[in-house]
């Protein structure tokens, strides 16, 4: 179901895999300078429709709300997603919890953090990551001067390194959810 109830957002949700639905809208919204929250949720993403969003992305640099949760993106959708962002994007909140994304899937994030310069908020909750992210995660948060909020909830995560992602979010007065 797509929903624009207001300028500058499309809202997706519950999808069906063969829709067809997003693909004209995803390719009028291609060079729209005007959206600013692209909102898919519940569908089950699949590559095709990955595509078109990246498509998007790459075109598009008001966006800045990027909202993608429960819908099975893994690390390689993730790779293909954020392969050729606008230079001058303005994402600003990125939510890809409730995916499947590993250990790999945060270090891609980081490796894509000099593009995600205005980045404040990043929700990862529900996925596969593990204590292997801990560093990626902490680089992430001592190299960013703009990063408030960063929520991690539901990840494999041990007890010490819960600890750790904590203590470091308070030196550097950030939000941590863990």
Known sequence: MAQLKQPGLLKFSDLKANSMGLAPILSMAQKNKNIQHLIIR????HQH???????????????AWLVLDHNEIDDSKLKALLQ?????????????SNNQLSDNGANMILQKRPILAKLETLWL????LTD?????IKQLLLKTEGVK???LKGNNFSPQGKIDLIRLSEQKQIRCYC
């Open 42 to 45: 519940h569908s089950n993403l």
């Open 149 to 151: 909020t960063i929520s």
């Open 125 to 128: 909750d529900n996925n596969h």
């Open 84 to 96: 050729d962002l606008h230079p001058d994007n303005n994402i600003t909140h990125l939510v890809l």
């Open 49 to 63: 429709q990955i595509n078109l969003i990246q498509r998007v992305l790459s075109l598009n640099d008001g966006i």
């Open 132 to 136: 292997k992210s801990i560093p990626v």
